[in-house]
């Protein structure tokens, strides 16, 4: 089954002490404040059925997460797999578990699952969010 949210953060995860480090991590924490958000993800993405043995599935925040990633940043799945991979600050944005790192096709599956619908909501609460 498919985890909703990382309960508690790794002690490994965190920000470069650099620009982008500190961006990255006001988007998180910018996410943080809208736990919302991550049932309108888990909506599409509880479709995708994930076996109850085996690997679990990455968890939605993580996906949520790696998306914004993806768009903030503007690489290809192929490079946000890279940088997942080898920098400590996209992996305290995506919280993933830490035996867990993605490949391009798991990312580009599962963040693609996310609908326009969805993108929609989750722009308007983030923009609702700076209004304020």
């Given at each position: 089954m498919r985890e909703k949210r990382t309960v508690q953060s790794s002690i490994f995860h965190f920000f470069a002490d650099h620009e982008?480090?500190?961006e990255l991590q006001a988007v998180s924490n910018g996410l943080d404040s809208h736990p919302e958000i991550l049932e309108l993800v888990a909506a599409d993405l509880q479709e995708v059925k994930v076996n109850d043995?085996?690997?679990?599935g990455l968890p939605v925040e993580s996906v949520l997460r790696c998306a914004i990633l993806k768009q903030y940043r503007q690489v290809s799945y192929e490079e946000l797999a890279f940088y997942l991979l080898d920098s400590h600050s996209f992996q305290a944005v995506a919280r993933l578990p830490l035996e867990?790192?993605?490949?391009k096709a798991v990312l580009q599956r599962t963040i693609s699952r996310i609908s326009d619908v969805t993108w929609e909501k989750i722009n308007q609460a983030l923009l609702g969010h700076a209004k304020a």
């Open positions: 982008i480090g500190r043995c085996g690997r679990k867990i790192i993605p490949r």
